[in-house]
């Protein structure tokens, strides 16, 4: 009887192991394809924040990605920082830039181009996070022809680049 309760037993749980197996995994989405080099500023923010939507995981701070998405000169200064992170164990960046804080959603996203010229642009992600009204602004320059992020601030004016900076100084 004792064994028969065992095998039963055995019985369900290969029963239910096999029946959870069975379930389709709900599909992920596709992230955006990377802006190409004709994109507007505009266009690469509202990549960004969808890319995030989709993914949580999707670092454009990532060695492949960051080049891309930067201008020189600040892909430059966030390679050191990651760099000095990895090798003091010591976070140089502790907060994402997208949502101006380490934890936060983005619901209600609008894209706004604030200022914009030849060579310069400024675009505003206006949203709300758990119940704050967020605004994240997005310095570009045009490097090449090309848009990209020289810098990302928040409306008080706290800027990436200068916690890059302290970070390595």
């Given at each position: ?12 749980l ?65 390679k050191?920082v990651?760099?000095?992170?990895e ?32 060579a ?30 020289d ?19």
């Amino acid at each position: 009887m004792f064994l028969d309760r065992r095998f039963f037993l055995i019985a369900c749980l290969v029963q239910l192991a096999g029946a959870g197996a069975g379930f389709a995994e709900t599909p992920k989405k596709k992230l955006p394809p990377t802006p190409g080099p004709d994109a507007k500023p505009e266009e690469i923010v509202k990549t960004l924040y969808a890319s995030r939507e989709i993914d949580s995981g999707f670092d454009f701070f990532d060695d492949t990605l960051r080049p891309r998405y930067f201008t020189q000169a600040a892909d430059t200064l966030l390679k050191k920082v990651f760099e000095r992170s990895e090798a003091e164990n010591e976070p140089g960046i502790d907060y994402d830039p997208l949502i101006d804080g380490q934890d936060g959603e983005v619901k209600g996203l609008s894209i706004v181009v604030t200022a914009s010229g030849q060579a310069k642009s400024t675009v505003e992600a206006r949203f709300t996070s758990f119940e704050d009204k967020t605004v994240v602004i997005f310095d570009f320059v045009a490097e090449a022809n090309v848009w990209k992020i020289d810098d990302i601030r928040d409306k008080e004016g706290n800027s990436l680049k200068a916690v890059a900076k302290d970070f390595l100084q």
